[in-house]
């Protein structure tokens, strides 16, 4: 298989703590993701990398989480691309081997096809989630909060 044959795969670095939260708000918002927990946060692995599809979900997913950026990952083509979100547009582009460097091993095998979501422990998706299973995941992440 060569870089060309690759799919195309897209992975949104972001700060939750907990991927439930993530593949909640996303059902909310009807984004396909598979959220993945990694030592920096759960990440979401877009199920969708049409032309458009990864960076809707980086707009809405950044919406989300007001004042804290999100950092979209693309590879299309052998192509790797990188660019920070933050309040649902896009900041800058960013070098993608400087934030592969940073981020978990598990991360660049996702965009690389070396491993699929599913094959990842503690895998949550978006895709199929009722609205009241994802409403119930967030109002208890919110209970949780508020006890801290």
Do not use: F, H, Y
């Not at 870089?3 to 996303?26: F, H, M, S, Y």
């Not at 989300?64 to 999100?70: A, I």
């Amino acid at each position: 298989m060569t870089d060309l044959d690759l799919p195309a795969t897209a992975v949104i670095l972001t700060k939750v703590a907990v991927p439930e939260g993530l593949a909640a708000a996303c059902a909310m918002s009807k984004i396909p993701i598979d959220a993945v927990p990694t030592a920096i946060g759960a990440v979401a692995v877009c199920r969708s990398t049409g032309i458009g599809d990864p960076e809707t979900a980086a707009q809405v997913i950044s919406q989300m989480l007001s004042n804290t950026p999100v950092v979209l990952l693309t590879q299309r083509d052998g192509q790797m691309t990188a660019a920070r979100w933050a309040d649902g547009k896009q900041d800058e582009e960013l070098s993608p081997a400087l934030m592969l460097d940073g981020a978990p091993p598990e991360v660049e095998q996702l965009l690389l096809g070396q491993l699929s979501a599913s094959e990842l422990p503690g895998v949550v998706t978006s895709a199929g989630m009722s609205r009241w299973k994802a409403m119930r995941i967030l109002a208890a992440a919110a209970k949780a909060g508020r006890k801290r």
